[in-house]
């Protein structure tokens, strides 16, 4: 039985601990008595047979939903939309959770006699996908069947032809959603639930809908009012998405919702001492963390991205569920839970987040720095439920190499906004009432997001805005061995080491901060009272 | 009279083209600038006076010839030794206050009839700067005959002074002459609606381009100013540029403005239809080419020497460079002259602030040192200050 997330008081005797700095690693020795690790809990037991369990969710679906097959039709219209590549991280190894529960709806919908089906990528605002990260995705057997026809799209937010405006929520929200999956007789939604907030009416009512209707929710009022995204209860951008959802239940459209979840087994067998706790290291562990880092240290920036963009993570399926759109995230949520949850006592002065190579926009890609604040300050800093681990006006550290780097191809727009946007101010209200709308409705981004492999223009802003309730919660932001020009540009404080970070610190916190050290990856979630 | 003085020394301008190579400004030491005990020069002629320099300002093209970096152009059209310095404020033997229009034409060389370009104004486009009464020069400053600011005396004709208003300090007046460059700059490019300029350096002339576009071109909408240094990007933005840019920067900040896109090899659809060049290297210019507009106009403003860039775009793209030398009559000012619309346009816009240091002669290494890395050591113009030279 895996064992349960763990709070280590760190002591004298306690070993240095693993933090993650990019594509590497450092052990970081922390102050005794006042400082805490927080462990994820052990990989939970994956499904014995995915695809049986698969079957039976589709044939006995959750809440008021008939069984899938009893939906299909000949003559019917259907839509699969499916998740991007944003999920899950690192990616999984084949099959992917979207092959399995993809080719078991095309089954079904093959035995009852339904020729038009249009498989749809929901990228929202993200960049289009390639041939080979579809390919991993739902497998060789589906992209050949419908790619080759074009019949396998992937979601433009931007096309005026393909977009239709179901209404607007009592709340005044614009709903524009894709108007292939809007006209379909059902649309059938592929999840990969790799954190709670995955899911539910997000995934229609973000993944497939245009900049008109994802900016009522993409904004910094919402994201300073959730808290977290992790926690559907008090999060505002769930509640706006659940508003959105059901007005695209009330307009008619029918959605069949397929959420799966994952273990938090991250890394495969060679990198195994990262998932372990560090007095728990055997000897080939430590041999092995000696000889990556020796070997990374040696290897070059670029090179060194590539080998770790390259990681396919062993995640096994611990879950499946189908069904109303409700009851199926209900379920979803408990499983997520379970896997994740650690339940921590009370907050720290000073947070410490190890931010890894890889968050949901740089897969295949480069962690610029506006990424690097949104992974640290928009994802990890929100893994909680109930408070942050951070006391309001404490200090979060986040240890991150930090280039001043963008993938000229993906982030185009990212580099104005880190040129520009960010070199006039870093206050996100101040970023939104004045930039936003420019970079949003700028052709040439538009024209990159459409036709090449580009993150939509306001995509930036959307980062920065992830990270708005920390930078409000926070009283400073240090980064550990960033690039200090880029450190500097993002409006934080750059430090060589931890013990210097720690020292500056002091400056917010006072001299003997109490302190929590976030061992993450693998992913969990701090249950904080 | 101390002076400094350039010598034609071949030796002293290699040493001073090695050593700029490793640091600018470095020719102040090893190059053919010398501080020299030498006689005031005489009087070219019964009209001329007698001037007492109280500051002299160090231009770029002064700081190109201590390093050896001077185009051989110019070579027929100066006269060595030569004392350089021609942005002066000077004191006349009848003690009103002045400063000097360098330019050597026609008139102050006693030719008449003039040339055509004198005839009608443009007196910096002379076409005798080798003839008349005076030794071959272009401007005071590179004439042995007239001698030049960097001194304690030289000679002028009547033609060439523009009094200084009353009230005004001797830091401000120092900024006229290159503010006269720079309004005849940036009212060279044609008019145009809303136009969207960009301004190449933010040095002296790059700053007071900015202040005269944002001042005297109601046409241009949106001044991009490419600027290195934290002091350069707070006066551009004082001045009136509404973005600033790093070099590496530029083309998107372009794009950004203009709504233009980036094809696959980095070139603009669209840019900038007015680029002004103020800094006068191969960078620079390939930098103006790559954000013009089609259509649009380059104007350069600082002075250039060899330059190897891909010109394609000046054809493809029917863009024309134009030379902004000196000063002269203004169209777009109503046929003012320079010299008094930068008059003008130095009190409006506080433009002493520019002057960032000055030095006594005996000081003239670190002078150069320090105006050659000006931007990189928070400063704008640096100046000698002659006031306290002795008098003889």
């Not at chain 1, 404490?394 to 191809?409: E, M, N, Q, R």
């Not at chain 2, 005004?168 to 460059?181: F, G, M, Q, R």
Request: proline share 7%; aromatic share 6%; charged share 20%.
């Amino acid at each position: 039985m895996p064992r349960p997330g763990f709070v280590l008081e760190v002591d004298r005797s306690t070993p240095p601990i693993l933090t993650w700095h990019g594509e590497g690693f450092r052990l970081e020795r922390l102050p005794p008595e006042r400082s805490r690790v927080i462990y994820a809990p052990e990989p939970v037991a994956a499904l014995d047979d995915p695809d049986q369990a698969i079957q039976d969710a589709l044939l006995a679906p959750l809440g008021d939903s008939p069984p899938l097959p009893d939906l299909l039709r000949a003559g019917m219209r259907l839509t699969i939309a499916f998740d991007d590549i944003s999920l899950p991280l690192p990616p999984m190894q084949r099959p992917d959770n979207r092959q399995r529960v993809i080719e078991a709806v095309l089954e079904m919908a093959a035995s009852a006699g339904v020729d038009d089906v249009v498989l749809i990528c929901a990228l929202a605002l993200h960049r289009r996908m390639t041939e080979a990260e579809l390919r991993h995705a739902i497998g060789d057997r589906v992209y050949d069947s419908f790619a080759p026809h074009g019949l396998l799209l992937q979601h433009d937010a931007e096309d005026p032809d393909g977009l239709v405006h179901l209404g607007q929520t009592d709340k005044g929200e614009d709903v524009e959603i894709n108007k292939r999956a809007a006209e379909s007789d059902l649309i059938v939604y592929v999840n990969i639930n790799l954190v709670a907030m995955d899911g539910g009416h997000k995934s229609v009512a973000t993944g497939l809908a245009s900049y008109r209707s994802l900016r009522h929710h993409h904004n910094v009022k919402t994201m300073r009012h959730s808290r977290s995204f992790m926690d559907q209860h008090n999060s505002e951008l769930h509640t706006s998405n659940w508003r959105m959802g059901r007005l695209i239940a009330a307009s008619g459209v029918k959605v069949f919702q397929i959420e799966t979840t994952l273990n938090n087994d991250a890394f495969p067998k060679p990198m195994a001492f990262l998932q372990k706790r560090e007095w728990e290291w055997s000897g080939r562990d430590r041999a092995a963390y000696i000889a990556t880092t020796k070997g990374l240290g040696r290897t070059p920036p670029k090179l060194a991205r590539s080998i770790f963009q390259s990681i396919k993570a062993p995640h096994a399926m611990t879950g499946v569920f189908a069904g109303e759109v409700e009851a199926v995230h209900a379920a979803t949520t408990d499983a997520v839970y379970a896997q994740q949850l650690v339940s921590v006592e009370g907050q720290t002065d000073v947070a410490v987040f190890g931010l890894p190579h890889i968050c949901p926009y740089n897969v295949n890609s480069i962690m610029n720095p506006i990424l690097v604040m949104c992974m640290g300050l928009g994802y990890l800093f929100n893994l909680y439920r109930g408070k942050p681990i951070v006391r309001q006006g404490g200090v979060a550290i986040l240890s991150h190499p930090t280039p001043w780097a963008f993938h000229p191809v993906h982030h185009p727009s990212y580099i104005d906004f880190f040129e520009e946007v960010l070199s006039e101010t870093t206050d996100p209200i101040e970023i939104e009432k004045t930039y936003e709308e420019r970079f949003a409705t700028d052709e040439w981004y538009r024209h990159l997001y459409r036709t090449s492999h580009a993150y939509h223009g306001v995509h930036p802003f959307y980062m920065w805005y992830w990270g708005a309730h920390a930078l409000e919660h926070l009283g400073d932001v240090i980064i550990v061995g960033g690039e200090p020009a880029a450190v500097r540009r993002l409006g934080f404080s750059p430090a060589s080491t931890l013990t210097d970070a720690l020292e500056m610190a002091s400056d917010t916190v006072g001299r003997h901060p109490t302190i929590s050290h976030f061992h993450c990856p693998p992913i969990m979630l701090a249950d904080v009272s | 009279m101390r002076a400094l003085q350039v010598e034609r020394s071949l030796p002293r301008f290699a040493a001073a083209r090695v050593a700029s190579a490793w640091r600018a400004g470095a020719g102040g030491k090893v190059g053919p600038l010398r501080l020299a005990d030498v006689d005031p020069p005489d009087l070219p002629g019964a009209d001329w006076v007698r001037l007492r320099p109280r500051l002299s300002g160090i231009c770029g093209s002064d700081l190109a010839t201590v390093d050896g970096r001077s185009s051989q152009w110019f070579r027929p059209i100066v006269t060595f030794p030569f004392v350089p310095g021609h942005e002066i404020v000077a004191d006349t033997e009848e003690g009103s206050r002045v400063v000097v229009e360098p330019v050597l034409g026609c008139a102050v060389r006693g030719i008449d009839p003039p040339c055509n370009a004198c005839a009608s104004g443009h007196g910096h486009r002379c076409e005798r700067l080798t003839g008349g009464h005076l030794a071959p020069g272009l401007q005071t400053g590179f004439c042995a005959e007239v001698g030049g600011g960097w001194s304690g005396a030289l000679v002028a004709h009547p033609t060439q002074l523009h009094e200084v208003p009353g009230g005004w300090s001797d830091e401000a007046a120092v900024l006229i002459e290159p503010t006269a460059c720079g309004v005849h700059g940036a009212l060279a490019g044609p008019t145009g609606d809303d136009q969207v300029a960009v301004v190449i350096g933010a040095g002296t002339l790059g700053l007071t381009v900015i202040a005269a576009l944002n001042r005297l071109r109601p046409d241009i909408s949106r001044i991009i100013a490419v600027a290195k240094h934290p002091v350069q990007k707070e006066m551009a933005t004082s001045l009136g540029a509404t973005m600033i840019a790093a070099p590496a920067e530029l083309r998107r900040a372009v794009r950004r403005a203009t709504g233009s896109w980036i094809l696959d090899n980095g070139q603009l659809t669209g840019g900038a239809s007015l680029v002004i060049d103020c800094v006068g290297s191969t960078e620079s210019l390939s930098d103006a080419l790559a954000v013009a507009a089609p259509g649009a106009t380059i104007v350069m403003v600082g002075m250039p020497g060899h330059i190897s860039t891909d010109l394609t775009p000046l054809w493809q793209r029917e863009i024309r460079l134009a030379g902004a030398y000196a000063y002269g009559p203004e169209p777009m000012a109503g046929g003012r002259h320079s010299f008094a619309v930068a008059i003008d346009l130095v009190a409006q816009a506080g433009l002493e602030r520019l002057l960032s240091a000055t030095y006594t002669l005996d000081r003239h290494s670190e002078a150069i040192a320090h105006a050659a890395s000006a931007g990189r050591r928070g400063a704008v113009k640096v100046a000698f200050d002659l006031r306290t030279e002795k008098r003889r």
